[in-house]
């Protein structure tokens, strides 16, 4: 089975602080996304990557960048945290674009 | 506006009901999928669908590729399936979600 870990189940940070959350896929998938999931407002993209070093937006990527050095992990970097960025982030990945997701257990992050 | 629109947000239903999640989607798709999402956050894929129904264990899904309507539905529920299921369509570009709906089974 295709598994996808995220480093952190639960992340405390304060306002201003640079935080990264990891993301790692064991399956050598080619497509890696970053998700924020907000009551009512359901997953919404962050980021994703169809390569290494390859990145692209997603719907919402301001207040974040990514980082894809290797094929297995795709990090996502709060460069200066704010309250609003307080949330659910998953991360997923396929195989291909026309593929099923495979989702991390999500990490939730509070910002204080 | 919401490209995939989920319905109902919110359900309790008793131990042993049928129930039934609507997903309604306005753009042209190659794949729908059903996922659950446990209180804990993570999310597991249940069934990815381009036509016709499917069906594991105690879950049923189908699809209406004409009218762009797709049901998940779970016969004899249980409290274990006490879950957030949410509907995703693939566009082949990319994926949209629905909001959820947040599914309480009560013993």
């Known amino acids: 089975d295709v598994k996808v870990t995220q480093s952190s189940r639960y992340l405390v940070k304060r306002t201003g602080e640079k935080v990264f959350l990891e993301c790692v896929q064991d399956?050598?998938?080619?497509?890696m996304f970053w998700y924020r999931q907000d009551p009512g407002l359901g997953l919404r993209l962050i980021y994703f990557s169809y390569d290494v070093k390859m990145k692209e937006k997603g719907d919402i990527p301001e207040g974040y960048s990514v980082s894809r050095e290797k094929k297995e992990r795709f990090s996502l970097i709060l460069e200066s945290a704010s309250t609003n960025q307080t949330s659910m982030y998953l991360c997923a990945s396929s195989f291909a674009r026309n593929y099923g997701y495979t989702f991390g257990s999500g990490t939730r992050l509070t910002v204080v | 506006k919401n490209e995939v629109e989920q319905s109902p947000q919110n359900l309790t239903a008793q131990e042993g009901e049928f129930i039934t999640i609507n997903c309604s989607y306005s753009?042209?798709?190659?794949?729908l999928h059903w996922l659950q999402q446990h209180p804990g956050g993570g999310i597991v894929s249940l069934f990815m669908?381009?036509?016709g129904k499917k069906k594991h264990g105690r879950l049923i899904a189908t699809i209406n590729i004409q009218e762009k309507h797709s049901s998940l539905h779970i016969t004899a529920s249980h409290p274990r399936d006490s879950a957030v299921y949410i509907c995703?369509?693939?566009?082949?570009?990319?994926?949209?979600f629905g909001t959820g709906t947040s599914l309480t089974v009560i013993p």
């Open positions: 399956m050598d998938h080619e497509n």
């Open positions: 995703a369509v693939n566009t082949g570009n990319q994926f949209y």
């Open positions: 753009v042209g798709i190659s794949a």
């Open positions: 669908l381009s036509s």
